[in-house]
């Protein structure tokens, strides 16, 4: 059986996606990337916000509406872990799954002989891979539905497994390696081990083969100082963190029941700067929480412009069914909401734009990402892909003339900043 996987959402999802696609090798199934080829089309969904559960359900209903005779068509994920019953209404879809349901996909695709010319057949992996740590979540945010979704307890994956997949994403041509998890810093704690994610990331530097590493989604307060240590002298880790943050003024957080010790946080991006100066910091806010005052928003942005975020985005609050915070009083406007997201944009546009600007004249080392061909509109070779201030799919790219293949690196001068993005000069 040929089957497509298509994939919505987070870089947790692409993991998913990639483990599907083991499963469905190992029991003697091809990929492939034509639809129209396609006996099997695996949908797997986000179900995270609103948005997410409306591009899975137009996803799902174009899928199924476009089918050809004799495909079929499943979906999986998030969205229709959540509201199975919206999936299964849906005309034309043949079966659904809840999360990490990778084997029963498989047993539902069925098995065949496995044919000795049967390529690889996992999710292409390009010069970035990603490294899914841990699943679960159990903090107790009043906005979010994850746990709900995901479960309420953490799940570490075992370090040995770890390393063998990282080997893996290297020997199918990653050259850096993002560790992802709903909270990476939460990785071990169900083992009792506070260190667990520093000496994660100490094996995979020493055993996976990975040029770099990049370490997403941070939860303030558990940054340790084992896990600065690790950062700064281990070189393939990038010195590059995304804690997300979600507020700056401490009432909100306290609703949100995120931590909310503002002296806590300053102290941690202090400690990462002391220790790596040149280190980039994402992060990202919620505006329009549920009581949020005028004061409470100009608290965020004093806040912003102090803290010089590296990297930020922002999102509107949207109310999430069976949250704690979907039935708080004192609910936000829409017009109000979308006016202070639009305030707050401007200013970390701007932070990002000055912070931009400090890298014209550096010499730094450029992962390349782009197909070979790729021209200007006057016909020079052109290069595009990231250095370790920016991370794949979510911060800008960097431009050079010159040709070089995905997955080389390269030493290039900034030139120009433009923006989100940064215009360079090949060196070597």
Known sequence: MRYQIVTLGCPKNTTDSDRIARELAQAGHRATGDRQAADLVILNTCGFIDDAREESRQAAELLATERLPGQQVVVTGCWSQIEREQVIAIDGIGATFGIEAWQEIAEHAGSVEAERDIPDTSIGIGPSAYLKISDGCARPCTFCNIPAIKGRQFRSVEPDALVREARDLVARGAREIVLVA???????????????????????????????????????????????????????????????????????????????????????????????????????????????????????????????????????????????????????????????????????????????????????????????????????????????????????????????????????????????????????
């Open 182 to 428: 709903q909270d990476s810093t939460a990785y071990g704690a169900e083992w009792g081990d506070a260190n667990g994610l520093a000496r994660l990331i100490e094996r995979l530097a020493a055993e996976s083969g990975a040029d770099w590493l990049r370490l997403m989604y941070a939860y303030p307060g558990f940054v340790t100082p084992s896990l600065v240590d690790v950062m700064a002298n281990t070189p393939q880790v990038c010195r590059y963190l995304d804690i997300p943050l979600q507020h700056g003024s401490p009432s909100v957080l306290k609703r949100m029941k995120r931590p909310h010790n503002m002296g806590m946080v300053r102290g941690t991006l202090d400690r990462l700067r002391q220790a790596m100066p040149d280190i980039a910091i994402r992060t990202t806010f919620i505006v329009g929480f549920p009581g949020e005052t005028d004061s409470e928003f100009r608290e965020l942005l004093q806040f912003v412009a102090d803290a010089e975020f590296d990297r930020a985005g922002a999102f509107v609050y949207s109310p999430q069914e069976g949250t704690p915070a979907a039935v708080m009083s004192e609910q936000i406007g829409e017009d109000v909401k979308h006016r202070r997201h639009e305030e707050l944009m401007l200013l970390l546009g701007e932070v990002s734009a000055r912070k931009n600007a400090r890298q014209v004249g550096r010499r730094m080392t450029m992962l390349v990402e782009s197909e070979p061909g790729q021209t200007t509109e006057d016909g020079d070779p052109i290069i595009a892909g990231r250095t370790y201030r920016e991370a794949a799919e979510v911060d800008g790219l960097v431009f050079a003339l010159g040709e070089a293949e995905p997955g080389d690196f390269r030493i290039v001068e900034i030139v120009e900043a433009m923006g989100h993005d940064l215009w360079a000069e090949l060196v070597d």
